[in-house]
Nanobody
Framework: QVQLVESGGGLVQAGGSLRLSCAASGRAFSIDAMAWYRQAPGKQRELVASITTSGNTNYMSSVKGRFTISRDNAKNTVYLQMNSLKPEDTAVYYC???????????????WGQGTQVTVSS
């Protein structure tokens, strides 16, 4: 089993910055892609940014140039640096990873509990 614990959320003013962290623990081996999703009230969960083990990244268009995803494979930790925050960035942010397991376990998906990011105008 893998546990994902996010931290770094909070309340900031528009234009401010936050850095989210997500640490994987437990049987946190063979972790493949890691990503950040977010879900605002009344909206579906959406992919914000993803990163592969080799460091390739993808971002949703609205955060390009403002957010940066990174990871430390040795620490099993993924980060999301969020700059120039806007009120529309307000959401619960969820950490995600998938893990390749042997045998019948196959590929497992894990989600963090979420951390609230609120950007005031």
């Amino acid at each position: 089993q893998v546990q994902l614990v996010e931290s770094g959320g909070g309340l900031v003013q528009a234009g401010g910055s936050l850095r989210l962290s997500c640490a994987a623990s437990g049987r946190a081996f063979s972790i493949d892609a890691m990503a950040w999703y977010r879900q605002a009230p009344g909206k579906q969960r959406e992919l914000v940014a993803s990163i592969t083990t080799s460091g390739n990244t993808n971002y949703m268009s609205s955060v390009k140039g403002r957010f940066t995803i990174s990871r430390d494979n040795a620490k099993n930790t993924v980060y999301l640096q969020m700059n120039s925050l806007k009120p529309e960035d307000t959401a619960v942010y969820y950490c995600y990873c998938n893990q390749e397991r042997s045998g019948r376990l196959g590929v497992l998906n894990y989600w963090g509990q979420g951390t609230q990011v609120t950007v005031s105008s």
